[in-house]
T-cell receptor
Framework: GAVVSQHPSWVICKSGTSVKIECRSL??????MFWYRQFPKQSLMLMAT?????????EQGVEKDKFLINHASLTLSTLTVTSAHPEDSSFYIC?????????????FGQGTRLTVV | GQNIDQPTEMTATEGAIVQINCTYQ??????LFWYQQHAGEAPTFLSY??LDGLEEKGRFSSFLSRSKGYSYLLLKELQMKDSASYLC??????????WGAGTKLIIKP
């Protein structure tokens, strides 16, 4: 299957700092990228959907000024957690889909475990 | 509203068979996915059904009935490594993925 590379796998940062997470589709064009957050023992929670070259669409309750999403190319999307706080500590996962084809499978990155201290 | 229902947790014995059910009510339907997720890892793709019937892939099979809004994932010859959460997800008419909460499967020796 297609490969989505997410970096970093884990990061520890101080409260108040910003963290950038990258998500790259390595062998296909990701017309749409999805960013999820997952707290322990809970399912995936969609944070936002981004289409290449457009502004991201955020789910209700997700602060767009805090979670900055950039999807400037068909192979790269970034999520920046600004002014991180301990409650932002979570597992962040990106997934990519090419909705121009018949294959609507979502390919996932490896996930990023963020710990804010 | 859109809704995906699956059991929260199931327990099975190593070597046995287990069936994880998923029912859905969505705005349109463009396919149903099953993903496996081990703790601390991203989900991995298991199966995709868009037509009614059974899709078999090794020890795992997935069934779909669109008229009933129902799917199941069947796991045979259970192994300890199958202990994980199993996520059901449906693509709606807008090609948005609607996720179930996941079923935690516990395998006992």
């Amino acid at each position: 299957g297609a490969v989505v590379s997410q970096h970093p796998s884990w990061v520890i940062c101080k409260s108040g700092t910003s963290v950038k997470i990258e998500c790259r589709s390595l062998d296909f064009q990701a017309t749409t990228m999805f960013w999820y957050r997952q707290f322990p023992k809970q399912s995936l929670m969609l944070m936002a959907t981004s289409n290449e070259g457009s502004k991201a669409t955020y789910e209700q309750g997700v602060e767009k000024d805090k979670f900055l999403i950039n999807h400037a190319s068909l192979t790269l999307s970034t999520l920046t957690v600004t002014s991180a706080h301990p409650e932002d500590s979570s597992f962040y996962i990106c997934s990519a889909r090419d909705l121009t084809t018949d294959n609507t499978e979502a390919f996932f990155g490896q996930g990023t475990r963020l710990t804010v201290v | 509203g859109q809704n995906i229902d699956q059991p929260t947790e199931m327990t099975a014995t190593e070597g046995a068979i287990v069936q994880i059910n998923c029912t859905y009510q969505t705005s349109g339907f463009n396919g149903l996915f099953w993903y496996q997720q081990h703790a601390g890892e991203a989900p991995t793709f298991l199966s995709y059904n868009v037509l009614d019937g059974l899709e078999e892939k090794g020890r795992f099979s997935s069934f779909l009935s669109r008229s009933k809004g129902y799917s199941y994932l069947l796991l045979k010859e259970l192994q300890m490594k199958d202990s994980a959460s199993y996520l059901c997800a449906v693509t709606d008419s807008n090609y948005q993925l609607i996720w179930g909460a996941g079923t935690k499967l516990i395998i006992k020796p």
